[in-house]
């Protein structure tokens, strides 16, 4: 991954760069939006606005800086297997502690085989701890964020009248969209952003502070990797916001997708069906195998759906149990709405892919977005979609097929609602000192500061 590109590949970038510019510009002159330099108005200045151009997305990484090219490389299967060789040769009082995080989303890709998901997870639990991994957990923190999301959002909602920036509000559960807004659209984006963290990130925190001390482990005696579905998660890692500067260690020291872990076993020669079912393991410790459970949505962890359901019940005493979506540009730009007696009281939208949110941003410039929330996800058709186990073999595509399995396979697990899981109260007296506290700010949200473009080479890598 860290060699240099030759000039061949540096050639198929270009051309992949410009083509996806040249069809920016026309979907932009078909929609009626001007291609040409914007102006937006920030503080009482006209300054001129960066294109948006789907070249300056996560598709071609040319948003990414050296360092940030470097730090990803080291996001690779070779350094796990280096960590885990290590800890077989050195003394034990320098060995790392290896934990994995498995994303829900991720799960699925591993059932479809022909197992149920539970079977999958514990053989996939089976898998790692035959490497020489110590935990395994399901990815609890998801329920940390939807119930952060869900508060934040009930309090810019009433703020809404004398803060401009309050809505609409925009999730911040996927690194691509939080990159992209970022850089290429900072001032104008960025204060939307929720400050909640991305489960991946909060669960990196409850693995590195609260485990730790479980444990009677210091941080950086913890490499706590994580298995998820995209490749995007790699950039979340590394992070600066995210590195603890004191220990010298990162929340998430690496992310693997799953198509790595599947490719990993098939270097070792090793099939689903030959492994023993091993239990996940339990974050507070506990004994016993915790059911599987999933959120509410369409296989992205459903932020809206849930901050959607809360906050009708919140602010109008309306308790809704199903949702209908409103198709609008296609498939992976929908929205839903909250009426009462013929007044729209809630207008939420669902916008996947960076086409879609190229449409968002525009709008947004032009003061044209009538929605309060808005989940965004950069990858077309959510999570269980991400290009790190959705790609087809012969790659560029997404396998059909598969994502349809794999929503198949996901929406057989049980709903549980974040309020009513019994761990995260747990936590959140224990870890936190309550829902409310100074600790539970620091340690479950972040604020997205918009940068501005730096224009680097391209990374010496191919995604």
Not at 42 to 53: K, R
Not at 171 to 197: D, E, F, K, N, Q
Not at 249 to 264: A, P
Request: some cysteine; aromatic content about 8%; proline content about 4%.
């Amino acid at each position: 991954m860290t060699r240099k590109m030759s000039g061949v590949k540096i050639a198929q970038r270009k051309e992949k760069c410009e083509n996806c510019t040249k069809q920016c510009n026309k979907k932009q002159s078909d929609d009626g939006v001007s291609s040409g330099p914007e102006r937006e108005e920030i503080n009482g200045q006209l300054t001129e606005g960066p294109q948006l151009l789907l070249s300056a997305c996560l598709s071609c990484d040319g948003c990414l800086s050296d360092e940030d090219t470097l730090k990803i490389s080291q996001q690779n299967l070779e350094e796990v297997e280096r960590v885990l060789a290590l800890n077989k040769k050195c003394d034990t009082s320098k060995h790392k502690v290896v934990v994995v995080s498995v994303c829900p989303q991720s799960l699925p890709f591993f059932a479809v085989l022909g197992l149920d998901i539970t079977e999958a997870a514990h053989k996939l639990c089976s898998f790692l701890k035959s490497l020489g991994v110590k935990f395994v957990f399901d990815t609890v923190a998801a329920g940390f964020s939807i119930f952060e999301t869900q508060k934040e959002f009930i309090q810019r909602y009433r703020r809404r009248h004398h803060d401009s920036h309050a809505l609409p509000m925009f999730t911040s559960s996927c690194p691509g969209w939080i990159r992209y807004g970022r850089t290429g659209s900072g001032s104008l984006v960025a204060p939307h952003i929720c400050t909640a963290r991305s489960p991946q990130q909060i669960m990196g925190c409850l693995v590195k502070d609260y485990f730790s001390k479980q444990q009677k482990l210091s941080p950086e005696r913890i490499y706590h990797m994580v298995v998820a579905p995209c490749f995007d998660k790699k950039l979340e890692a590394v992070r600066e916001e995210f590195y603890n500067s004191l220990m010298e260690t990162r929340d998430v020291d690496c992310v693997l997708t799953s198509k790595e872990i599947y490719h990993l076993m098939e270097k070792r020669k090793i099939s689903v069906e030959e492994l023993d079912p091993v239990p996940l393991d339990q974050v507070l410790g506990e004994s016993g195998d915790e059911a599987l459970m999933r959120h509410d949505g369409r296989g992205s962890e459903g932020f809206l759906e849930h901050v959607f359901k809360h906050t009708a019940k919140e602010l109008f005493g309306l308790d809704v149990q199903e949702i209908t979506y409103k198709t609008l540009r296609n498939r992976d730009f929908q929205e839903v709405t909250l009426e009462r007696d013929g007044e729209t009281l809630l207008q939420f939208a669902a916008i996947y892919g960076f086409r879609n949110i190229q449409t968002l941003v525009h709008r947004m410039r032009k003061g044209r977005v009538p929605y309060q929330l808005v989940e965004v996800l950069s990858c077309p058709g959510g999570c269980l979609s991400g290009r790190g186990q959705a790609e087809s073999e012969a790659g560029g595509r997404v396998d059909k097929a598969l994502v349809h399995q794999m929503e198949e396979v996901y929406s057989s697990l049980p709903v549980r609602l974040p309020e009513l899981n019994p761990i995260l109260n747990t936590l959140y007296q224990d870890w936190l000192q309550g829902q409310d506290s100074a600790q539970a700010s620091k340690l479950l949200h972040a604020e997205f500061r918009g940068q501005s473009q730096n224009h680097t080479q391209p990374p010496h890598m191919e995604w």
